[in-house]
């Protein structure tokens, strides 16, 4: 059974067990206060959670099935399949620069804006290449991936330090300075305890670095559920702007927002500086969030 088969049939069943229910409950705050936007591909639809702003896609799926999809099923170009020996010679001799494996452009806006050398959590790093870029860069990097099989082979062929979900719950507090999140909190089926995470992984003063789809972006308001990275068979969650300013602060967080493109030099100005909000009409949202105090009981 091909992958995107397989995800169809969890859909297809999630849908006909909420069928007597009329709605499903935020994934992140749990409220039942919710509204559909859209539907996509007769399965699929887009609700908007009115607490939290939250927008995500039903049908929603478990912990589990989520993580059955991902360790099995999810293909997604050079982010989830392995390199031939040669290719991978060539990426690392290249330090990955100019493969759409390249995250050079966002790790050196970490480094303007918190400083080199920091320990960094790659939340979500998939086989490790970004793990790779961030040592070039001078950082101490340790990552986090759902697949075993894609951080074992990170583990053994790049030399990285990869946890599992175990670990990282077991690391004390205030373990880094920076998390980096590239693409990847659209992909989870909850959000409820991950901010939480965040705030307890990082020291007072440390920063969240956060990319993903900007789905309050000019073509996603445009387009709604037309547009591709709203919500899909991968992407369960649709995050915004406005969600984000909802929910950070009563994380511990104060924050700043910019999109796509990216000018280092302004958006670091920005950052640094009490300016005026920077443009989020862009594709892709970024989010820095910094923890100005730890949560009761953390």
């Known amino acids: 059974m091909s992958s995107l088969a397989a995800k169809w049939i969890v859909l297809a069943n999630a849908l006909v067990n909420w069928s007597s229910r009329n709605h499903t409950p935020c994934p992140n705050c749990g409220s039942s206060d919710v509204e559909v936007l859209g539907r996509k591909r007769i399965v699929m639809r887009l609700l908007r959670c009115h607490q939290c702003k939250l927008m995500y896609r039903f049908p929603t799926e478990s912990d589990e099935a989520n993580s059955t999809h991902y360790e099995r099923y999810y293909k997604r170009g050079m982010t989830s399949h392995f390199p031939p020996d040669g290719e991978l010679k060539t990426y690392l001799a290249n330090d990955f620069r100019g493969s759409k494996l390249d995250h050079s452009e966002k790790i050196e806006l970490v480094s303007a804006v918190a400083g080199p050398g920091k320990r960094v959590l790659d939340f979500g790093c998939s086989w490790g290449y970004t793990l790779h870029q961030l040592r070039s860069f001078g950082f101490d990097p340790v990552g986090l991936e759902v697949s075993q099989r894609r951080a074992e082979y990170g583990r053994n062929t790049l030399g990285v330090q990869i946890l599992d979900s175990g670990q990282i ?113 862009g594709d892709e949202l970024f989010v820095l969030a910094r923890k100005h105090s730890a949560l009761p009981g953390s």
């Open 169 to 281: 719950f077991s690391l004390p507090p205030e373990s880094f300075d920076v998390i980096l999140a590239i693409h990847v909190l659209e992909h989870l089926p909850h959000l409820n305890n991950v901010f939480e995470l965040f705030n307890r992984l990082l020291r007072v003063g440390g920063h969240a670095f956060i990319f993903g789809p900007n789905a309050g972006g000019s073509e996603a308001r445009r387009l709604g559920v037309r547009w591709e990275p709203l919500i899909s068979v991968d992407h369960t969650l649709a995050l915004t702007a406005e969600f984000y300013e909802a929910v950070l602060p009563r994380g511990g967080f104060d924050y700043r927002l910019a999109s796509s493109p990216y000018i280092r030099e302004v958006i670091c100005r920005f950052f640094k500086a009490n300016e005026s909000p920077h443009d989020t009409n």
